[in-house]
């Protein structure tokens, strides 16, 4: 904690949806958070004013051209960077106490390890840095003795519904609202557009993470991310389709018991948990109205329709560079298919081509990930130029 008695956060991706919603909280609460930093990707629009709104002492973006605009706009007091090395230097920033992970994909590993190195409680709201790294990072969390808070909302759910009773975990029950295509048929989901998919039903998020919803790949990814936060073989997670996503996840006991995370759809409420824990504090969101919700339904997902969810199942099984290598080849067919260069369902096929070509390796550093990341990445163009020949 600074020297004010405030805690100092940092928030990687401040221009994403979740980075959005953190800095509305932290402002909300002035006198118990300070902003340390933000960082984004390339939107420096939006980055400039969050700057001059919330005077963080730094600020990095990713890219180059981005970074030479951001000099002209930004001057004086807020230390500016760019790159990956600035992004780890912010992670580590002496003033911070929690670094928020929102960046969207495998590019936040690296600050997250540079984080959890420098002592810091990390919020992660990046799954995917725990996909592709998840045994690295999860064993430097407990060699540093620091602690990592799930801000998804269904890890935050889990968390939150385990609390002291980890050894007592039977199953994890990881709800899914089933996208907007849960009823589609396999005809109807061959014609989906890129449009159709960005509209989901419950939870207003970014395009990446969207997408990832409508394949289910998300909960697939969810499937895995549990896995390491929790400790938890995968015979002991399930998924249970959602539709109402008022339940965030459950868990279930060896006895039997169930205990459920129930709350609005509103991602400040996890995030703002993540930055307080072990305390609570009021927040602005609309309260759940019981009575008006009146029911909740649950049923099984439909794997032959979605199969991103068994192919995360096979690879989170198969392990070492496999987890990886479904990200990487997932984000680069996710965004093939919004720049409207493939089809709904070739997300999924090439995907799955590209991890029956790769050849798992232990996954115990860094470099070996980053190299399983990168040759998926190559992999996944190289079989998206063929099927969209194919078309
Ligand atoms: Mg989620």
Redesign the pocket.
Known sequence: MSCDGKIGVVVLGSTGSIGRQALDVIERHRDRFRLVGIAAYNETALLCEQARRCQPLAVNVHEDKAYKALQQQLNGGIRLSQGMQGLCELAAHPQADVVLVAVSGAIGIEPTLTAIAAGKRVALAN?ETLVAAGDLVMRRVEDEGILLLPV????SAIFQCLAREREHLHKIW?TASGGPFRSYSPMQLENVTVAMTLKHPT?MMGPK?TVD?ATLM??GL?VIEAHHLFAADYDHIEVVVHRESIV?SLVEFVDGSFLAHLGPHDMRIPIQYALTYPQRQESPVQRLDLCSLGELHFEKPDRLRFPALDLAYQAGKTGGTMPAVMNAANEVAVSAFLDEGLSFNSIVTAVAEVMERHLPLPADDLDTILDADHWARREAQNIIQQLSKRV
């Open positions: 799954k998804d909302s269904e890890h990881l939870w993470i919803s998300n909960k969810e965030h």
